[in-house]
């Protein structure tokens, strides 16, 4: 852009003047021109000679208008092309900036999409394991669909420009967008499985998998059932998730609202202080007892003494035998939330154990899951490290009524509950659906298992090709092609070289480089037997295999491999 800003601003003003200035004109000949009547005018002249004379101007005046008016027009287009060009999208061609992606996002090379998928592809078989349906939203939702639903964590949606239409924000979860969906389509009951982007404003922290826009894996079960049940499958589906992957130790901490509820009631906190008292207490995986009991204190104004009592459970953690513990509680027996909470954690690690998760699974009063839609149990699975993460509290379990150190946490990698009251919300009768429902958190994973191939120099294959075709010698590019296309129409998977002459050993070297195991070597003496070669990469031993049988030796080979 050659022109300045000020001097493009100068030549808007010049120009708006002009546009200002004729449209003045046109406005002072409108109101000076004859009416047309049939009055004398002031120098005696006749009505009739008057409009005679009036009819002969009106062409001549009709004509400047026009051009007055193209003038106009004209003027303007200029006003709106320095507009553009003041402020226009296209970036000046001799302005240097940084190719980069926007914050909290990445790219993914092949290396990283084929670990994903592998990743994603077990999640799913998972999923499936337990009889879930796929179903997909849209990336973005109504504003009003989403707001009201996250708490705290509200401001971190993000919001659409508004485009003179409806008023639009990226989903931040999945759990949202199914609940309306299950009320727009006045379904009562489903087990589905939703694998999508979200979009959140966020601090973000790539190194620990934390993005602005990042994939969730959901499972959720809606209806009507029996207290605990479909909890309890929800809980196992973390655990086989956990496992296949064979991402490290872990454990799935429990709690439930109604209890968390009860207990801050217990303790004095205020009805009314019970959710942003939820918020801090979610803090607490990331920041020490210390500085959340200064939030709750400091900033949400609440009494140094409930701050304290609620301090005194937070730090608890077992199995059965805390429940017990618990229900003998003075405070909390006072309080049927918390007796409720309570008997509902019994149950469920009832079922757990049931399932062989004993040793997975632990009490946790510190697990808040600041969400506001939750209403009974919640989960949450971590993988567990030698050394606490940074700023991690230091936690004690109960075990046979005595105090043990527990294992120091490396970070979330699931999380979920039931949201029985969400579904209602966008029911226009306010008819509830109960469900529960788990989310996987895939990109810590992701960070895990990548991390751990690059220590390891792991190299993985980024596709899936069988069978390389390729050519001794020059002139056999249409004998390549012609092998090809019988190797595609019989299902497997085969590439070649774009080029027509290649040299084979750049040929071979490229299998090995991807990791093609078969490759079919083309030569005239063999052609004119009927003959190929067939070559394993990896022993680099050659076969001759007619070529009507090609097909079928190259799946029995794979099938051997």
Sequence with gaps: MSDTREQILDQIKVQGDLVRQLKAAKESKEKTAPSGGGRASSAGVPALEQQKQHQKQQPEQQQQEQEQLHQ????????????????????????????????????????????????????????????????????????????????????????????????????????????????????????????AKVYRRDNPAMTKGRYREFYQCDFDIAGIYDPMLADAECVKIVAEILDTLDIGDYVIKLNHRQLLDGMFQACGVPADSFRTICSAVDKLDKSPWADVRKEMVEEKGLDEAAADRIGEYVRLSGGAELVEQLLADAQLKAVPNAVKGLEGMQLLLKYCSLFGLDKRVRFDLSLARGLDYYTGVIYEGVLLGESAAVGSPVKTSQQNGEQANEPATVGSVAGGGRYDNLVGMFDPRGKAVPCVGVSIGVERIFSVLEARATASGLKLRTSDVETYVASAHKGLHEQRLKVLNQLWDAGIKAEHSYKLNPKLLVQLQHCEEHQIPLVVVLGDAELAQGLVKLREVTTRQETNVKLEELPAEIRRRLQTA
């Design 72 to 195: 106009i027009d004209e003027e303007v287009a200029r006003l709106l092309a320095l507009k553009a060009k003041l402020g226009g999208d296209a970036p000046p061609t001799n302005q240097k900036f940084t190719l980069k992606t926007p914050k909290g996002t990445r790219d993914y090379g092949p290396q990283q999409m084929t670990l994903r998928q592998g990743v994603l592809d077990k999640i799913v078989q998972v999923f499936k394991r337990h009889g879930g349906e796929a179903i997909d939203t849209p990336v973005f939702e109504l504003k009003e669909v989403l707001t009201g639903k996250y708490g705290e964590d509200s401001k971190l949606i993000y919001d659409l420009k508004d485009q003179g239409g409806e008023i639009l924000s990226m989903r931040y979860d999945l759990t949202v967008p199914l609940a309306r969906y299950l009320a727009m389509n006045k379904i009562s009951s489903i087990k589905r499985y939703h694998i």
